[in-house]
């Protein structure tokens, strides 16, 4: 998996204390099928006041199993360090931000609790509209093909950030998707990248998509998610409502919410 054999040994050695969670490229791609490999491990604590401590504590426990943990920086609520041993190194960084989220955290087999795959790519999402990087429009892409829809995850995002709209996240992300040969190769992909021309035409796609679907959704439900019966999030069409499709609308919340499953889902 894309997850390196020594960044899987890190977390096994940090464990799966509840006080703090994986986020970022690592959890993202932390499934098998998954497209690249991660150069940091990005751990997120809901409290500011426990970025030190949380650093301090896995510090100790990285020190006991022979890592050496060089900081590279500190300043309230973010810490980076280089972790290596045996002449291999990731960065390791640990965060404060908002408990705010679509769905609770879970419990991933090595590697400790995580963001769920949806709110990893909301995310992704809010990243790449301050930011142009050339890693965050292949995850896009990724998140689109094996998370949910683009056009889903830019209706949701305001949700957690509330100045942005689904139409002014089409707009900032119009900027990226510029990709050359240069960018692809620099990244560290399980196969080979896609053409620079191949990329351009299926963001030009994908922004097209969420454009149509921001101008047909009912504004008052700008921020959501809609979740079927099984509480998976779907796109919804917009020739039958919600009930006729059978979906509801589902908000976030500090801590995230758990899908209420109904009868149907639970079977005989």
Avoid at 140 to 148: A, F, P, T, Y
Avoid at 234 to 253: F, M, N, S, Y
């Amino acid at each position: 998996m894309p997850v390196t054999p020594f960044q899987l040994g890190v977390l096994a050695t940090l464990g799966s204390r509840s006080d703090r969670y994986l986020a970022g490229g690592a959890a993202l791609h932390h499934a098998p099928d998954s497209l690249r490999f991660s150069d940091d491990l990005d751990f997120f604590h809901d409290a500011e006041a426990r970025v030190a401590a949380a650093f301090a504590a896995d510090r100790q426990l990285l020190d006991r199993a022979g890592y050496e943990v060089e900081l590279a920086f500190s300043q309230p609520g973010f810490i980076r360090a280089l972790v290596s041993r045996g002449g291999e190194a990731t960065r390791v960084d640990w965060s404060h931000d908002t408990a705010w989220r679509f769905f609770p955290l879970h419990l991933a087999s090595g590697g400790g609790w995580m963001l769920h795959p949806v709110d990893l790519a909301i995310n992704k999402v809010l990243a790449l509209a301050g930011r142009n990087e050339p890693r965050d429009v292949l995850d896009l892409l990724w998140c689109d093909e094996h998370v949910l829809k683009a056009e889903a995850l830019m209706w949701a995002a305001p949700g957690k950030d509330p100045g942005l709209s689904p139409l002014s996240l089409v707009e900032l992300l119009s900027r990226r998707g510029r990709l050359d040969a240069a960018d692809l190769a620099r990244l560290s992909l399980r196969e080979a990248p896609p053409t620079p021309a191949a990329v351009r035409e299926t963001w030009h796609t994908l922004l097209e998509r969420a454009t149509n679907f921001a101008r047909t959704r009912p504004a008052g439900e700008v921020g959501v998610l809609y979740l079927d019966s099984h509480g998976a999030a779907r796109v919804p069409t917009e020739e039958r409502t919600l009930t006729e499709q059978d979906l509801r609308i589902h908000r976030g919340a500090p801590g995230g919410v758990v899908p209420r499953i109904s009868d149907a889902a639970l079977g005989d």
